[in-house]
């Protein structure tokens, strides 16, 4: 019933900005966290940046500074801000939804930074 829906990827040139949406639809109950991960081709999925229930943020050492999470609870949907993109961001990214009783996951969007 829960469905998470991420757009916004593309191909930019190093130093430029994008910003991922992922759009919730469903009946979901309390919500622990919600957050988006990146996984590059041979690297393992990493946990780039999350929010919780109350508002608080983290963000992985490589992206703070440069990424900003939020949240538009009215139209649900999470956001990932992407500014100074590096060649190294360039990742499939994912939406991720954890409640008491399961986690969620987008089908991914794929993020390129060329050089």
């Known amino acids: 019933q829960v469905q998470l829906v991420e757009s916004g990827g593309g191909l930019v040139q190093p130093g430029g900005s994008l910003r991922l949406s992922c759009a919730t639809s469903g009946t979901i109950f309390s919500i622990n966290a919600m957050g988006w991960y990146r996984q590059a081709p041979g690297k393992q999925r990493e946990l780039v940046a999350g929010i919780v229930s109350g508002g608080m943020t983290n963000y992985a050492d490589s992206v703070k500074g440069r990424f900003t999470i939020s949240r538009d609870n009215l139209k649900n949907t999470l956001y990932l801000q992407m500014n100074s993109l590096k060649p190294e961001d360039t990742a499939v990214y994912y939406c991720?939804?954890?409640?008491?009783?399961?986690?969620?996951w987008g089908q991914g969007t794929q993020v390129t930074v060329s050089a």
């Open positions: 991720n939804l954890v409640t008491r009783s399961w986690d969620y």
